[in-house]
């Protein structure tokens, strides 16, 4: 695949206009480290008194470009990592919102319009469903659900990185082990594997529970005036 050197990327996202604050060096490095792009290549140069040529693929333009317009969504760059999770988080509550339960909604609605946190143990539910229910035929059910939600995400991160579309196949990826994690937390359980809950654990921690907790802070912001008005269609609350 076709590389741009640090220099000429910089160059480039500067004619498009894209601003890149008063350290560009420091913004396309810290865009790599949080993952959101793909890290760079460093390579020597024969005179030690020349620095190393840094180098990036060639698309890594497009994505930086992606990146800003997000950011002028009112995404940071936490949320943009944890794309999925906000993914997550929107769909659990659209599943609400159409399921058409007054007393979900009116619960839903206080959620939304406090300053709580609150919102994220509730869109847990169906996770925990899967690590604490005791009806075998019902985590049976869910255990093969997340590990086909998990295989798929893996597929299409395969997929992805063939294309060389690093940034979007490490969201599959994320996705992927966003619900291994918690089949492995299970598994460990029923299991008695202290080593393998303790690792399980400390994944879904980091990678379920943290970015689940993120996204619906950002999606409370994001609901509260077009659910008020939701609401005040379907006369609740009032």
Known sequence: MKSISLHNLIVQLQKKNIELGPDPKATVSLYSELGLIPPPKIKAQESTDLPPEISYPQDTIKKIIEIKD??????RLEEIRDSYAL????????EIMASQNEEKLQELAILLSEDNDKLSSVLEAPILKVIETKNSKELNQLLSLFAAQSFYALNESNQLLETYNVNEAKKSLFKSIFYLSVICLRLARNSKNKVLEDAAFETYDKMVLGPIDRASKKVQEEFKTSFKKYLKTKKIGS
């Open 70 to 75: 997000l950011k002028k969504k009112g995404l």
């Open 87 to 94: 993914d997550y988080v929107k769909s659990a509550i659209e």
